[in-house]
């Protein structure tokens, strides 16, 4: 890896200040098993100046009971929240979801903050300078995406424009589902947004200055049905090639209400407005399951080589109304 | 606000590996471990523990697994310069110092001819070795799970089942 400046930061004050300093030429690192990927790749339109480490701040490792919520610390690891008996017994949809991420090896260091904040792995995004040269795809300033015409079978099938690239990230879908909110302090101060409002088309909304301290659970009530299903070709280190997480309120066999969340078809975790307006007071069925899959997916344009996702995510919601494996 | 400090600490590094310590000074020098080193290369390159592998040098494959505190990670994905203060175990700190006897987890390897190549072995031994330390009796199920990090391009997967499930037979309580 090319050099840069390293810093073991006590403080989140102190990570900001130097955020600050750095003007946008420093990275945070936390567990690393992203980040170090793309600083050997250099995939970053410039390299950064500077690594500021992260696990060296006290506190934000953490996973806190309260009443209504449920606090997890940025730096909390996932095997940290796989094996808490708490998540487990709250959330166990988000167990799964960090269950389902690369190896036991990754999940021993990787941050909740950084699988939320990782990069995309948009193969022509990925693509490493050292071979051939550097795919300027529009991600990294160029004019199209390569995928459109390209290699497209992993890519966006909804909601896409200028980049066709889809976030990665396990723990943002079931996050969605919960309608967890994060705790993000900059220079400005702290502020508070939604999970489901984390992303845009290009990254997320962090501003160079910032970085997320904690995320939030409300705890489901009265309680849901909880699921969270990923679709790979092998069980270990593939990422989705299309995963659904769900949080269903049921009174007897009827729905009040609910939250489904597709990933790994669009840019963010994509909410299935459509299908959760059609299941409220609905009875659950095969027949419902049906429809709602069908809603979901209302609207989707895949390209050349990705069509058969729609297909994938349609059982995955379908599995989710109707509770099955 | 706390104040940044002037220069960039630390200016040395010490690492426990296999029980010992070791200092570096930072910086680009041919002696020297810099910033953006990885714990392999560091472990490779300066401290010629060369058990550890590099093989895909992204996180994928497992080839590079050591232990930090006891638990196996990808020191291919770390930087040295954040391991200051761990316990780091590799390959070559698994058998007995002072009679140079193998763990009996190598010996089971060897009897049973878990490896062709040989490459992934160290990493898929180093993996076995942090599931063991917390749960000596595991399942075939809990073993498979645990190795789910470590790719064997030779496929000797079966062979390595073998050899951990026999060493479970004999250490621990199946
Ligand atoms: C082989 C492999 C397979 C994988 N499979 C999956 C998978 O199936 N599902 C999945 O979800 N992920 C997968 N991942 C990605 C993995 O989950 C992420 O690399 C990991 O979660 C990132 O966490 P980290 O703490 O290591 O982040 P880092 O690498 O330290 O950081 C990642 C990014 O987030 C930023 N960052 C980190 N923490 C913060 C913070 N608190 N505030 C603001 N910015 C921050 C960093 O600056 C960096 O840009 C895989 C990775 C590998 C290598
Ligand atoms: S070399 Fe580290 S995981 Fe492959
Ligand atoms: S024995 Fe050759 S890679 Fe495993």
Redesign the pocket.
Same mark, same amino acid.
């Given at each position: 890896m090319k050099s840069f400046v390293h810093f073991n930061t006590r403080s989140v004050d102190e990570a900001i200040h130097l955020l600050k300093k750095y003007e946008g030429k420093a990275k945070i690192n936390a567990g690393g098993t992203d980040l170090l990927g793309v600083l050997k790749d250099r995939i970053l339109p410039e390299y950064p100046e500077a690594i500021i480490n992260i696990k060296t701040i006290p506190g934000l490792s953490m996973i806190e009971d309260g009443e209504e919520k449920i606090l997890i610390g940025a730096l909390t690891t996932l095997a940290d929240i796989i094996n808490s008996s708490l998540i487990e017994k709250t959330f166990p949809l988000l167990k799964e979801a960090a269950l389902s991420v690369a190896s036991p090896q990754i999940r021993n260091v990787a941050t909740i903050g950084g699988n939320l904040c990782q990069d995309t792995r948009c193969w022509y995004y990925r693509y490493p300078d050292g071979i051939g040269g550097r795919i300027n795809c529009f991600r990294k300033g160029g004019k199209t995406c390569p995928a459109v015409s390209g290699e497209n079978q992993y890519h966006a099938v909804i909601g896409a424009k200028k980049c066709y690239a889809v976030c990665p990230s396990d723990l943002a879908v079931a996050l969605t589902a919960l309608g967890a909110n994060l705790t993000i302090a900059g220079q400005k101060g702290v502020r508070t947004i939604p999970v489901e409002e984390f992303y845009h088309p290009l990254g997320n909304t962090l501003s160079p200055d910032e970085m997320i301290t904690a995320i939030h659970i409300p705890k489901p009530f009265p309680v849901a049905r909880q699921t969270f299903h990923k679709f790979t070709l092998r069980k270990p280190i593939d990422f989705a090639v299309v995963s659904v997480s769900s949080l269903i309120f049921l009174d007897q066999e009827i729905c009040t209400s609910s939250r489904i969340v597709l990933g790994a078809v669009a840019s963010a975790p994509f909410r299935a407005y459509k299908a959760e307006e059609f299941l409220k007071e609905k009875k659950l069925s095969a027949k419902t399951a049906e429809e709602a899959a069908r809603l979901a997916l209302d609207g989707s344009k895949p390209l050349a080589k990705n069509a058969y996702k729609v297909e994938i995510a349609k059982t995955l919601v379908k599995r989710a109304v109707q509770g099955t494996e | 606000m706390t104040s940044i400090p002037k220069k960039h600490p630390p200016h040395t590094l010490s690492l426990t590996v296999n029980g010992e310590t070791h200092s570096f000074i930072l910086g680009k020098g041919p002696n020297e471990v810099s910033p953006s080193h990885t714990l392999a290369q560091t472990l490779r390159e300066k401290l010629g523990l060369t058990g550890t592998k590099i093989s895909c040098d992204r996180g994928a494959c497992g080839s590079c697994t050591v232990l930090l505190n006891g638990k196996a990670v990808f020191s291919c994905m770390l930087l040295t310069v954040e391991c200051e203060g761990k316990e780091i175990t590799t390959i070559e700190g698994l058998s007995d110092p002072k009679t140079g006897n193998l763990d009996p987890l190598q010996q089971s390897f060897i009897d049973h001819t878990a /490896?062709? &190549?040989? /490459? &992934?072995?160290p990493g898929?031994i180093m993996s076995t070795k942090a599931l063991l330390n917390t749960n000596p009796s595991p399942t075939v199920d809990e073993v498979k799970e645990a190795l789910s990090g470590n /790719?064997?391009? &030779?496929i000797?997967h079966y062979h390595v089942l073998d050899a951990v499930m026999d060493v479970v037979k004999k250490e621990g309580n199946q």
């Open positions: - | /490896f062709q &190549c040989g /490459f &992934c072995t898929i /790719f064997c391009r &030779c000797s």
